[in-house]
């Protein structure tokens, strides 16, 4: 494979058991066979598009401006909902326009969005169950073969756009919820450091669902094992974890659940 082989990443919500990414990745090796091939996950909650969506986001700055990014969280998949390229200063996202892009696509880095219309670099007969072998994987592959976009289909002005929750701010406590649970348990929330600059860090007390967390930490050895612990991870967003646990399970936390950051210690519901 050349040393400037294109670099196509693929996230999905289609798990591992069937043949879904494997077929995916065929198509657009038939296409473009000098092609690398990148996992983000497959392991998406069905039709999650909020997780796919914070998932990429997370991904991309880790790429070459060049990538790109075929995303799959579809639950729309087959309806009158577009398909769209994406155009960015630092990648190229293909994928359904229900949202998923967006996070990662954010207004300022857009260069142009394409709505993706034109049959010729389709699959024939599209099936209306599955658009990502028959219109995203195709698509893909002849932008990684250096089809131009505009040959696609016409121009957009907008796509669809996520309305994610935005914490809440008192003089004395931060209001926010949890977005995401990852593999191991921890809860990530929409508390970024952005929203945390008028406080001081240490002497800021998290609490979930009413129960005692503890303080911020640094890291997640800050705690003994088994414990719980609160920090800004890899995302640059606060997450309640359990060191060697999983806090999903030992405090029932599912994304929605509100998280508070304050400066008092909370009272006992």
């Known amino acids: 494979m050349p040393d400037n082989a294109p670099i196509i990443t693929l996230l999905t919500d289609f798990g591992s ?16 066979p000098a092609v690398q091939f990148v996992d983000l996950s497959h392991e998406i909650p069905a039709q999650n598009i909020l997780a796919g969506a914070l998932i990429l986001r997370s991904a991309v700055r880790f790429f070459p401006p060049t990538t790109i990014h075929t995303a799959v969280v579809d639950p729309g998949v087959g309806s009158d ?38 049959a010729a670099y389709f699959l024939d007969c599209p099936s209306p169950t599955f658009q990502g072998r028959d219109i995203f994987a195709p698509v ?28 809440v701010h ?20 929409n508390i970024t450091p952005a929203d945390l600059h008028l406080f001081s860090t240490q002497q800021l007390w998290v609490s979930i669902n009413a129960q005692r ?12 094992e088994g414990e719980a612990v609160a920090v800004i991870n890899s995302w640059q967003q606060v997450e309640i974890a359990i060191r060697n646990g999983s806090a999903a399970r030992a405090f029932k936390i599912e994304p929605g659940c509100r998280v508070e950051m304050t400066l008092v210690w909370p009272e006992p519901s």
């Open 81 to 118: 909902r577009k398909g769209i390229v994406v155009e960015t200063g630092h990648g190229i996202f293909v994928g359904p326009d229900n949202g998923l892009l967006s996070l990662a696509a954010p207004a300022a880095s857009v260069q142009r969005i394409t709505h993706v219309t034109n």
């Open 17 to 32: 058991q069937d043949a879904f990414v494997g077929i995916m990745k065929g198509v657009m090796l038939s296409i473009t």
């Open 170 to 189: 008192t003089p004395e406590r931060i209001t926010g919820s949890v977005l995401y649970i990852d593999h191991f348990g921890n809860a990530i929330t």
């Open 213 to 224: 967390i503890g303080r911020l930490a640094t890291t997640y050895a800050a705690v003994a």
């Open 140 to 167: 893909a592959a002849h932008l990684a073969q250096g089809v131009e976009p505009t040959q696609l289909g016409p121009r957009l002005s907008s796509l669809e756009r996520l309305s994610v929750p935005v914490p």
